[in-house]
């Protein structure tokens, strides 16, 4: 069992940074797959980012590429989503989500869920 908690949200302006954190607890993994996701009211949840430590490979959507950077610490078991140059559209409830590397593979889904942090960003 894996917990994971995100932190870091808030309200900003246009321009603006936001780092946010997911950090795991509980039964971890040496092999993982993270992915940062969001969802704004009225619309269907999006991939953001994602990492995989077993390469180090990272992947950003179109919309956020060049502004949000993902990171990771593994000593403090914890993902980072370093956002900056944050545009109004960037304004929804951010999840992070994790998976065992394999299981990744095999089935394209994630196995755990934070509960989410909200992040604004005011014109």
């Known amino acids: 069992e894996v917990q994971l908690v995100e932190s870091g949200g808030g309200l900003v302006q246009a321009g603006g940074s936001l780092r946010l954190s997911c950090a795991a607890s509980?039964?971890?993994?040496?092999?993982?797959?993270i992915g940062w996701f969001r969802q704004a009211p009225g619309k269907e949840r999006e991939g953001v980012s994602r990492?995989?430590?077993?390469?180090?490979?990272?992947y950003y959507a179109d919309s956020v590429k060049g502004r949000f950077t993902i990171s990771s610490d593994n000593a403090k078991n914890t993902v980072y989503l370093q956002m900056n140059s944050l545009k109004p559209e960037d304004t929804a409830v951010y999840y992070c989500?994790?998976?065992?590397?394999?299981?990744?593979?095999?089935?394209?889904?994630?196995?755990?869920w934070g509960q989410g942090t909200r992040v604004t960003v005011s014109s």
């Open positions: 509980g039964s971890t993994f040496d092999d993982y797959v």
């Open positions: 990492f995989s430590s077993s390469d180090g490979t990272t």
């Open positions: 989500a994790a998976s065992d590397y394999s299981e990744y593979a095999l089935k394209g889904e994630y196995d755990y």
